[in-house]
């Protein structure tokens, strides 16, 4: 049995990203493995093997998108998660699943939805990701908001729209692909 050092994967995926490939294949060697086990848990035995080389091939082609000042784990569960969401669709037309108490902690759901919102706010313009921040997450009101930033409600309203709206289109996009 491996032992993997899932704490130094963070530094594996920079140096990875500087041209090392050294490091590159040991962190794609360790994530194999993690992967692995991650997907035995969720599907049929015969359906591993392509969620992992599914899975490498998107970390491969989606690095880029890595952000180096965030933690490595929260991306990586995020890719695989998506992948094997995008299994069950393809596949199933209707999947009847008993979860375990675990199953939310264990694929730290809540740090991914985190993760993939920072990640569409840091998108929009400063000012309207604060907005959309101070409203949609802490649920601060319209008025408030616009009383804070010396604005009028309406222009919250607006400003709000138009960035989900452009969210939207992000996640579209990225859906397409």
Known sequence: MQILNKD???SLMLSSL???KANYRILLGEVKIWLEAFFRKRVHHDAVDDLVQDTLLAIHNK???FDVKR???PWL???A???WIDRIRKNLRYIEVELDADFATEIKTEISAKYDVQKLLNTLPQKQAQIIEMVKLQELTNEEVA???????SAVKVIIHRGIKTMQAKISEVSDV
């Open 18 to 20: 500087s041209g090392d």
């Open 8 to 10: 130094n994967w963070h």
């Open 71 to 73: 933690e490595f784990m």
């Open 77 to 79: 569960i995020a890719v």
């Open 81 to 83: 998660r998506h992948k």
């Open 147 to 153: 009383e804070k930033l010396g604005l009028s409600v």
């Open 63 to 65: 690095k880029q998108t």
